[in-house]
C-alpha cells in the first residue's frame, strides 16, 4: 500500500512555456502532499505543502506566482511551472501524508523537468 | 530555521559496517527519518527515531540522541546494492505541518 504515482516522469519543454505535473496517492488519501526539487547532488528542497482544498504554504524564496499549486482533491495535487526558464530544469518530487501525526511521508517516483 | 549537517561522501567495503551520521538543529523538533536514494530515484523509506535510542531494521540500524542533536544510520553486512544517498530528515512541528526538513545527503560508495 501507500504508493504515490508522478506524471510525467520526464519531460522536455522550451523556455517560456508552462509545464504541469501531477501527483497522486493511489490507494489512500492524502490530507497533505509535499512538493520538493532537488537539483543535480544535492538534496531534496521543500518547496511547498498543500492541505487538500486548501491555498499552499510556499517555503521562503519559492514564488508562489511561478510555481503554481493546486490539491483540487484528497488523491491529488499539481504543480504547473510557469513561463518555465533553463533555471528550472530539476528533479521534483511529490510526496503525501495520511494525517497530521503520521511518522511516514510516501513519496512519488519524481518528474524530470528539463527546460531548453 | 532548521541546520542539518551529514558528511558528503562515505565509501565502505562489501561486507562491513558503515555508520553514517547527521546532526541537527531545529526549534520544533518532532522526529528524524532516514531515507535511501539511488540516483534519478525518489527516496525510499528507512527508518524513523522520535525517543532516544536505537531503531533496528534488519540491517539498518538508526539512533538518535535528542539532547545531543545527533543521529546516525548504521549499515551492516554491506552489499553493492547499498551503494546510494543516504538522506537525513528531520520533521519540525513548529513550521505548522510537521514539514520534513532534509540534509544535505551523504553518497555512499560500496566497492569490492
Known amino acids: 500500500g501507500a504508493v504515490v504515482s508522478q506524471h510525467p516522469s520526464w519531460v522536455i519543454c522550451k523556455s517560456g512555456t508552462s509545464v504541469k505535473i501531477e501527483c497522486r496517492s493511489l490507494?489512500?488519501?492524502?490530507?497533505?502532499m509535499f512538493w520538493y526539487r532537488q537539483f543535480p547532488k544535492q538534496s531534496l528542497m521543500l518547496m511547498a505543502t498543500s492541505n487538500e482544498g486548501s491555498k499552499a504554504t510556499y517555503e521562503q524564496g519559492v514564488e508562489k506566482d511561478k510555481f503554481l499549486i493546486n490539491h483540487a482533491s484528497l488523491t491529488l495535487s499539481t504543480l504547473t511551472v510557469t513561463s518555465a526558464h533553463p533555471e528550472d530544469s530539476s528533479f521534483y518530487i511529490c510526496?503525501?501524508?495520511?494525517?497530521?501525526?503520521?511518522?511516514?511521508?510516501?513519496f512519488g517516483p519524481g518528474t524530470r523537468l528539463t527546460v531548453t | 530555521g532548521q541546520n542539518i549537517d551529514q558528511p558528503t561522501e562515505m565509501t565502505a567495503t562489501e561486507g562491513a559496517i558503515v555508520q553514517i551520521n547527521c546532526t541537527y538543529q531545529t526549534s520544533g523538533f518532532n522526529g528524524l527519518f532516514w531515507y535511501q536514494q539511488h540516483a534519478g530515484e525518489a527516496p525510499t523509506f528507512l527508518s524513523y527515531n522520535v525517543l532516544d535510542g536505537l531503531e533496528e531494521k534488519g540491517r539498518f540500524s538508526s539512533f538518535l540522541s535528542r539532547s545531543k542533536g545527533y543521529s546516525y544510520l548504521l549499515l551492516k553486512e554491506l552489499q553493492m546494492k547499498d551503494s546510494a544517498s543516504y538522506l537525513c530528515?528531520?520533521?519540525?512541528?513548529?513550521?505548522?505541518?510537521?514539514?520534513?526538513?532534509f540534509g544535505t545527503g551523504t553518497r555512499l560508495t560500496v566497492i569490492p
Open positions: 510526496s503525501a501524508r495520511v494525517l497530521a501525526g503520521e511518522s511516514e511521508q510516501y
Open positions: 490507494d489512500f488519501q492524502a490530507t497533505t
Open positions: 530528515a528531520v520533521r519540525d512541528h513548529q513550521t505548522g505541518a510537521n514539514n520534513l526538513f
